[in-house]
């Protein structure tokens, strides 16, 4: 399996290395059995598919829903034509290109951005109205399964055969078909209790925190938007960055917060000096008086 994307988290000795690897096609292949099975299993259960969906609320939501797919055909077919352009020019060395040819290209990589983020965000919208289907509930089952097979991360050992301390690559979660894994999965999502030994209570503190970050990259994997650690790093700067802006702020609005706080206490502690200084003035005086 090659890597796809990794990312660290945690930090000073609880930092770790956590990586995607790239499912293998036999890996594909049986997690289409798996999404077909459970589709299935859904309808059975009384899900409606998007099909279903569609036939019943056809005056309610059909022809907004029918309109979007609609937009999204057109933009995949322009995203398609740009597509052909930027391989145009790229086949050609750079130098080649005049002034024009390259003011064409820049706008047609931009151009295949800005429509990539439209497709994404129409897409979005129908999955919003379909979020409750037996498609998306496959789906999401299907996106965890890739998450239980192909998520890794990386220890510190010491290597007997090369004597000197390794990085070496183990399973995020561990088992030998799904239904352990999965065991495993809902293990991890648990509160940290005080019964849980160090150990559990660290791996918690890994899947908490690597856990968003592992389902934002097998999304555009999924999706097609990425396939490598420099192709993921854009998309998820690209479709994910309100995040980063709202940690910034959030940082910004305690240390303001902090700022105030240590003000208030630099005053208090000010007006604490000045009266214990005024009542020593009063103690000398009264003894000067007697």
Sequence with gaps: MK????????EGENEKKVAILKPTYSQVEA???????????????GFMSRAMMDKKFNDIGGLFAQKTRDEVNESIKTLMDVAKT????????????DEEQKEQL???????????QSILEKDYN???MYNQSADAKAEQHLMKWFTLQCSYYYEKVLSRE???VVEEKFELFEGANFEEKLNQFNLFLEEIDDD????????????????PTLNKALSLWYKQLANDQKSMEKALEQFFPEEEEEVEETDQEQIQEESVESDEEDTSSK????KKKAAKKKVAKSKTED
């Design 3 to 10: 890597p796809l994307y990794s990312f660290k988290v945690g």
């Design 86 to 97: 930027i391989e145009f020019y790229h086949g050609a060395d750079e130098g080649d290109l």
């Design 271 to 274: 007006k604490k000096a000045a």
């Design 162 to 164: 090369e004597n000197k």
């Design 106 to 116: 820049k706008n047609a990589e931009d151009n295949y951005i800005s429509i990539q």
């Design 196 to 211: 849980d030994d160090q150990e559990l209570t660290d791996r918690k503190q890994l899947i908490v925190e690597a856990l």
């Design 126 to 128: 129908l999955e919003q």
């Design 31 to 45: 997690a289409e059995f798996i999404y077909g099975q459970h589709f299935n299993k859904l309808i059975q259960d």
